[in-house]
């Protein structure tokens, strides 16, 4: 099994909503930093969100993109770090990762070293 699996993708129009998911076998999640980084062919790929520990008080970033639109949260009885998509726009069309580490500073891809497989998300009219 996976350490972690992403869930949640799809197609959705512009102004929808989406809630990935990102589920932990084998460790306890809540034990880890946690982020959703997104890539589109062509570009690097990019940090959206990241939480902390709950250790270090559960700490969040957002993407200026993002702000005001997705939120990041944990179920820690699911093992399960969840990012809820509101007022989705075409431009977040990508695919979507999970990943887990120690920490983040800036929620850069390099900083977190346990990834997933992604999930597709598609935002079109």
């Known amino acids: 099994q996976d350490p972690l699996v992403e869930s949640g993708g799809g197609l959705v129009q512009p102004g929808g909503s989406l809630r990935l998911s990102c589920q932990a076998t084998?460790?306890?999640?809540?034990?880890?930093?946690v982020g959703w980084f997104r890539q589109v062919p062509g570009k690097e790929r990019e940090g959206v969100s990241c939480?902390?520990?709950?250790?270090?008080?559960?700490?969040?970033f957002y993407a200026d993109s993002v702000k005001g639109r997705f939120k990041i949260s944990k179920d820690k009885y699911a093992n399960t770090v969840y990012l809820q998509m509101d007022d989705l726009k075409p431009e977040d069309t990508a695919v979507y990762y999970c990943a887990a580490g120690a920490f983040f500073r800036h929620c850069l891809p390099a900083e977190l070293g346990y990834w997933g497989q992604g999930t597709q998300v598609t935002v079109s009219s």
């Open positions: 939480i902390s520990s709950s250790e270090r008080d559960d700490g969040t």
């Open positions: 084998g460790f306890i999640l809540d034990y880890y930093a």
